[in-house]
Each structure stands twice: as structure tokens, then as C-alpha cells.
């Protein structure tokens, strides 16, 4: 959907530089190629960000389903860490050995 959005808005960019500037055709082609770019660039970014979302939740999942990851080397578990939702972290439960540590979500396999 993301991509017919792009599509449309640079059409409709051409199409106003076409009937409402003076602008030659190969500078409204650049132009429009630019534009072109930067949207794609856009949703390009946006498609990387889901992607390294989808990566997070389902780290969480599979701490939230008892699975030990290993985090910088770490491993952690829900038995000595547990999951700061706000922040995507893991947090060494207190009185454990591993106490005072913190391990991001997005940084565990």
C-alpha cells in the first residue's frame, strides 16, 4: 500500500510541475526523480524499522515463553530477569548473580 502511496504522490508532483511551472522537461524529470528518490528512501527506512520490530517482539516472545537467549554473551532467562516493557530491556532480578545488569531486547538472539 505504502508503495502505491509513493506512486500517487509523485505523480502528482510531476503533474504540478507539468500544467503550473515554467520549468524545462528534463528539470521537472529530475526533480521528479528526486522526489522519487526520497520516498522510496522513506519507505525503504520505514520497512528496515518494522523489521527490527518484528526482530524485538519476537526476542520477547521467546523470553515470555521460558526459551534462555543469550544476550552480549549473557545467557538470560525468565528465572533471573525479568522484562521492562517501556524500555525493551532485561533486567537481572534482584538477590541473583547477575544482579544490577541490563541487557537491551534488541541486542539478545
Request: hydrophobic share 45%.
Amino acid at each position: 500500500m505504502a508503495y502505491l502511496f509513493g506512486i500517487l504522490i509523485v505523480s502528482l508532483f510531476f503533474g504540478v510541475m507539468h500544467f503550473f511551472t515554467e520549468l524545462k522537461l528534463l528539470q521537472k524529470i529530475q526533480a521528479t526523480v528526486v522526489v522519487l528518490l526520497l520516498v522510496g528512501g522513506a519507505i525503504y527506512y520505514n520497512y528496515l524499522q518494522d523489521s527490527k520490530a518484528d526482530a524485538i517482539r519476537e526476542t520477547i516472545l521467546h523470553f515470555n515463553q521460558g526459551h534462555t537467549l543469550k544476550c552480549q554473551g549473557q545467557k538470560v532467562s525468565n528465572k533471573t530477569y525479568t522484562l521492562s516493557i517501556g524500555t525493551e530491556t532485561f533486567i537481572a532480578k534482584a538477590n541473583t548473580k547477575d544482579s544490577g545488569k541490563i541487557f537491551a531486547a534488541s541486542g539478545c538472539e
